[in-house]
């Protein structure tokens, strides 16, 4: 079974790729833009391509049983009706919560007719790293909407369950909501960083259009989009639920135990 992982060397991926290994996956092919830089593994096979350009894959399709797919929205009906021509007969996307801005990595998925499992994570916990310059200046986080509660998931266990779904029989057609195993507001998230720091950080809420202005410096176009999310979380906090403990086995990974693994904080 020849298993393609788009985007193989990006945050989610190159996880991927890892994961399937320690599953015991020995036909891997990893989608790359640039094979010499990728430092993956000898075992698999790495070709050159990008979901964001449909014509680079069809010579990365032949062969393929079963595909991750990563997130490209504008080129992503194209990438799933190639991938339906070259007889691919799973498709395990990451898209994100029904109904959002990642919808149409669904419809595509769907539309194209090949079996698939969604995977709809939340936040990321990388998503944190947007503190880290003020973290370096000193103890004080200005943000916005500190009472804001969700439950981020760490990318590692999004990589874990989309192994599973690649590898594994019984998840077609199935759609996956993946969460921490905790709902958190961004002060509370703040006070593990620091914690995990030694450091004792001070959380300080914005104005709204504040943080707009401040997040669009940091995320361009997407920065009243995020804000706005945020104000949304504060009135219908996110619950977790235990999708990743269910389908791996094991406890999905906490805020604390990711700040204080990550060097995002130096």
Known sequence: MKILVTGATGGVGRLV??????????????????????????????????????????????????????????????????????????IVDMAGAKGDHWQAIEDGVEAC?????????????????IWSAQIA???????????AANAPIACEDIAAVAARCLLEDGHEGRSYELTGPESL??????????????RELTYVDLPHEELVA????????????????????????QAAVPTVAEL??????????????????G
């Open 185 to 198: 507001t961004r002060r509370q998230r703040v006070e593990r960083i620091g914690a995990a720091l030694g």
């Open 113 to 129: 007719g090949v079996p698939y499992v969604h995977l709809e994570p939340g936040e990321f916990m990388t998503n944190a790293g």
């Open 17 to 90: 790729v890892d994961e399937l290994l320690a599953l015991g996956a020995t036909d891997v092919r990893a989608l790359t833009v640039n094979p010499a830089r990728a430092g993956l593994p000898d075992s698999v096979e790495v070709v050159r391509g990008f979901v964001g350009r449909p014509g680079t894959l069809p010579d990365a399709l032949a062969g393929v049983d079963r595909m991750y797919l990563a997130p490209v929205i504008e080129t992503n009906a194209q990438t799933c009706r190639l991938a339906a021509e070259a007889g691919v007969r799973r």
């Open 248 to 265: 791996t086995g094991r406890p999905a990974t906490t805020f604390a135990e990711w700040a204080r693994s990550t060097d995002v904080f």
């Open 214 to 237: 401040q997040l669009t410096e940091a995320m361009g176009e997407y920065g009243r989009w995020y804000a706005d999310g945020l104000a949304e979380l504060a009135r219908h906090p």
């Open 137 to 147: 200046a000193g103890d004080v986080v200005r943000d916005g909407y500190g009472s």
